[in-house]
């Protein structure tokens, strides 16, 4: 299996930026599919975005959709959520996933998670 460490949340104001890293370990990161999950406060955690093993395919929520880009750098073994545009209902810990599998965009399509960042944002 494959460690993610999430880090970069914090405390941001709407309209803001910030930028998510997950750090993977364990195994070969390009066997994996990547994604970002996120949960509110009260609410189901929800898939957020999604991208293959080269990068070259991504998969965003319709609520992110013009306002995140997932990305990766492979020889970094690292995974990434670029955030703009914040707004107060992306207030959430965010989590990374792994998938073995190509194309993943459900929570059970993935086999590995961290253990979540928080991200808040200000009205």
């Known amino acids: 299996q494959v460690q993610l460490v999430e880090s970069g949340g914090g405390l941001v104001q709407a309209g803001g930026s910030l930028r998510l890293s997950c750090a993977a370990s364990g195994r070969p990161f390009t066997n994996y599919a990547m994604g970002w999950f996120r949960q509110a406060p009260g609410k189901e955690r929800e898939f957020v975005a999604a991208i293959t093993w080269s990068g070259v395919t991504t998969y965003y929520a319709d609520s992110v959709k013009g306002r995140f880009i997932i990305s990766r750098i492979n020889y970094k073994s690292t995974l990434y959520l670029q955030m703009s545009s914040l707004k107060p209902e992306d207030t959430a810990v965010y989590y990374c996933?792994?998938?073995?599998?190509?194309?993943?965009?459900?929570?059970?399509?993935?086999?590995?998670w961290g253990q979540g960042t928080q991200v808040t944002v200000s009205s």
């Open positions: 996933a792994a998938s073995t599998l190509n194309g993943p965009r459900t929570e059970s399509d993935f086999n590995s």
